[in-house]
């Protein structure tokens, strides 16, 4: 389930400032990175099952593993694990409502967070 109109989607700033904002709201980046593409995920796991707040980005001309890159982000989105076949986004995937809350709660926390450092790509 993609989150529409957060305001996140195109906003971008400098990865280090990303890594602790996002570190901030619960929303780890770990090993989920190449050179120009990052994964923010927040996992959450409740009595419906285990699902992730992800919130991916890119870099047009920086490099992540040098820390040397501003990274535009795209739209976040909520997804439920399946052991062992990783992470479902689909239409099919019911969402509780409490935890769609809690998403659009830290995306809004998120959000504001980076305002005053957001570069419009």
């Keep these: 389930m993609y989150f529409e109109n ?3 989607e195109n906003t971008a700033a400098d990865l280090e400032l990303l890594d602790e904002i996002m570190l901030n709201h619960g929303l780890v980046r770990e090993g989920q990175w190449d050179y120009e593409r990052v994964t923010y995920d927040k996992k959450y796991e409740i009595k419906e099952g285990t699902f992730y707040l992800r919130i991916f980005g890119f ?3 920086g490099d992540v ?3 040397d890159a501003i990274i535009t982000l ?3 989105v909520v997804g439920k694990h399946y052991y ?3 992470v479902e986004y689909g239409d099919q995937e019911v969402f509780p409502e409490h935890l769609v809350k809690s998403c659009q709660q830290t995306l809004t926390a998120v ?3 980076i305002n005053a450092f957001e570069i419009r790509a």
């Design 6 to 8: 957060t305001g996140i």
């Design 59 to 61: 870099t047009k001309d």
């Design 65 to 67: 593993g040098a820390h």
């Design 74 to 76: 795209m739209k976040p």
């Design 84 to 86: 062992p076949h990783g």
């Design 111 to 113: 959000k504001a967070d």
